[in-house]
């Protein structure tokens, strides 16, 4: 079922980057990397319903933003390389935190508080 729902993604996506004048590459390139990208290892759906999670705290910060002064640095410890992906996505994508390195197991991070 996820393979299926990272080639449907995949191809939406692809459609919409060339267009459907080439409906065939993108059919393509999307089974290529469904292949290559199989559910057990990357959940690419997990990862985007957490990202539309954070649309309410994005709108927020944006807001709250003008009235901090305060900044600090702070490291989060991350296991694997798809969890250190996931929570640079979703540090990045909020107005008050910036991901600014990366070292063996730790992600530095900018805030504003």
């Not at 999307?30 to 705290?57: A, C, E, Q, R, T």
């Amino acid at each position: 079922m996820y393979m299926i729902m990272n080639f449907l993604m995949g191809l939406l996506f692809m459609l919409v980057f060339f267009g459907i004048e080439k409906f065939w590459l993108s059919f393509f390139i999307s089974i290529v990397v469904s292949v290559f990208i199989f559910p057990g290892k990357y959940n690419f759906i997990k990862l985007i319903f957490d990202v539309f999670k954070l649309i309410p705290k994005i709108i927020y910060e944006s807001f709250v933003l003008f009235f901090l002064k305060d900044e600090s640095i702070e490291d989060l410890k991350y296991t694997d390389d798809f969890e250190m992906l996931r929570k640079i996505i979703k540090i990045t994508i909020t107005p008050k935190t910036l991901v600014f390195d990366h070292d063996d197991d730790y992600i530095f991070i900018h805030k504003m508080d």
